[in-house]
């Protein structure tokens, strides 16, 4: 049971990444990240209201943290993905599974042979998955975006499962609570973020429906994930959940027919192996 939900919280996490990917052509970073968290909330606001939460703990804390993290690294990974090849900028943005696999050591857990493969193989499928020139589509700008993309998505992954284990509702209930507060700060106390999203009222009511889904498929991923880490450990759950670039590389290759070359495709694949490795 552990294995299937945080393997499904991949699926979801890629699908709708991909899609956020999409959407992230069109309109500005803030819009998308904020319209999909916007919607996100009200969804597990309504979860909450049914099920109810817990009394007031830690959990509040650790959902406050995750959604710090959160539109920071949802604002550089829709970016990169805007920018770059998705196929490429998935993979890279999974390395945030170094973050759990590390907290796992600092708490007593020891780093085994494979692990340590693991790293070396992501580490170096981090620099072939680049090119031959070490840049992507973008003037190099997808790289450094989506290694800073895993890094939040790690600190939210450990998070999150800190909190998950007293309340996973009320744990991303105030994650996205906190996202759409940072979001919205932001956009009203930087100028240059408010001019971004001006004229896009037409073109945001539109993409409405797809917001929503990427909302939703967000927070049913960190819900699922949730619950399964509350049964798993933090390694096995935290790699489990990181290989959603699978689903976005596969929409990227049969939707869009992006096309990489053989020294990409061995650093998306060395990437991804290290990833399961870290796991293991």
């Known amino acids: 049971m552990v294995v299937a939900l945080a393997l499904l919280s991949s699926l979801l996490w890629g699908t709708g990444d991909f899609v956020a990917g999409r959407l992230s052509r069109r309109l500005p970073v803030l819009l998308v990240v904020g319209g999909s968290q916007a919607c996100a909330l009200v969804a597990v606001t309504v979860l909450a209201a049914v099920t109810g939460v817990a009394s007031p703990g830690r959990w509040l804390l650790w959902g406050a943290a995750a959604g710090v993290v959160g539109p920071i690294a949802l604002g550089c990974f829709y970016r990169a993905l805007a920018v770059g090849r998705m196929s490429v900028v998935a993979p890279l943005a999974s390395l945030g599974v170094v973050l759990p696999v590390a907290v796992g050591l600092a708490q007593g857990d020891a780093l085994t042979a494979a692990q340590a493969v693991g790293i070396g193989a992501a580490a170096v499928g981090v620099v072939a998955a680049g090119g ?5 589509a973008g003037g190099g700008r997808a790289v450094p975006l989506a290694l800073v993309a895993a890094a939040g998505f790690g600190a939210a992954l450990v998070f999150l499962r800190a909190g998950s284990s007293t309340d996973v509702v009320g744990t991303v209930l105030v994650q996205r609570w906190v996202n759409v507060l940072l979001v919205s700060v932001a956009t009203a106390a930087v100028p240059a973020l408010r001019r971004s999203v001006r004229g896009t009222g037409r073109a945001s009511t539109a993409a409405l429906p797809r ?5 939703l498929l967000d927070v049913g991923a960190n819900l699922l994930f949730g619950v ?5 450990t933090t390694s096995l759950v935290g790699v489990l959940g990181s290989v959603y670039p699978v689903a976005t590389i596969a929409l990227a290759a049969v939707l869009l027919r992006e096309r990489l070359r053989a020294v990409q495709w061995l650093g998306v694949a060395g990437t991804l192996c290290g990833v399961v490795l870290l796991g293991s």
């Open 211 to 215: 917001l929503a889904v990427v909302g």
């Open 228 to 232: 399964a880490s509350r049964h798993g």
């Open 132 to 136: 031959p020139d070490g840049r992507l």
